[in-house]
């Protein structure tokens, strides 16, 4: 016969194996609906860059990659950044250094006006075709004589600082801890590719 403490150690050994298991479980379904939508991500971009007649095996390995990077080097997320990317790549004529430059813009308007990523995005946009006005409105000028292309050089010039601001959050306390939460959900999105990479888990 067990006795009383005994049964209620077994009981609490149960309960923790048991919470150990569903997070497990919620660590996988978190890692495969992340891969899902990375996967996503890259569909949409490819897709903008086909419908746009860019080289989609050249471009969405950069484009990627330079996610990648921004993803480390600040608080957005890679999927942001592709968002971002495939925005400008539907949008604009720029090419592959040019959207990363309009990236970087866009990561510091957005980091020193504290609006999201998007909305930066299309403000940097419509610099792009001459429409600075809105900028103007939050104190960001430039010379409005300039032809287009070079309003929009001297504009991204302007918001380099800004990218410079966004890289130094990620010093910060707040901003230390939210790497580390993307860092562990790198972790959780790598075991999401390896499950639906398998050929049991297509079928």
Known sequence: MWSNEQLGGMFVAYKLVMKAGQEIVSIFKEGIAGAIEE???????????????????VNVASMTAFAQEQHKATLFTHEQIEATETLFVQLTKLDS???????????????????????????????????????????????????????????LEKLAPMYGRAVAETTTFGGSLTQLGKAFDEVKETIGWAIIGNEDFKK
């Open 97 to 155: 250094e040019g959207i990363q430059k309009a990236t970087k813009g866009a990561i510091g308007l957005a980091s020193a006006l504290g609006i999201d990523l998007e909305r930066a995005t299309m403000l940097v946009y419509k610099a792009s075709v001459g429409n600075t006005g809105a900028l103007g409105r939050y104190g960001i000028k430039v010379d409005e004589t300039l032809p287009k292309e070079e309003k929009f050089a001297a504009l």
């Open 39 to 57: 996967e996503r991500s890259i569909m949409r971009l490819s897709a903008a860059l086909e419908t746009t007649g860019r080289s989609v095996a």
